[in-house]
């Protein structure tokens, strides 16, 4: 699995402490970025493009 890249990883920190993502559960919404980020590099998609996470979720 794909680091988080360390300046994503800062900006999600931040958005996750802006939205009351409690401590206990940020482990594993990281890990779904993860995922996520695994996702478009093996499908070669953009990550910021808003059709790849759409495309994560409600695959064809």
Same mark, same amino acid.
């Given at each position: ?10 900006? @999600? ?9 409690? #401590? ?6 990281? %890990?779904?970025?993860? @995922? ?9 998609? #953009? ?6 996470? %759409? ?6």
């Amino acid at each position: 699995m794909l680091d988080i890249p360390p300046e994503v990883a800062t900006q @999600f920190d931040s958005a996750m402490s802006a939205t009351g993502v409690d #401590e206990h559960h940020r482990p594993h919404f990281r %890990r779904w970025l993860r @995922f996520y980020l695994d996702f478009c590099d093996k499908y070669r998609r #953009e990550p910021a493009d808003a059709a790849s996470w %759409r495309r994560i979720h409600h695959p064809q």
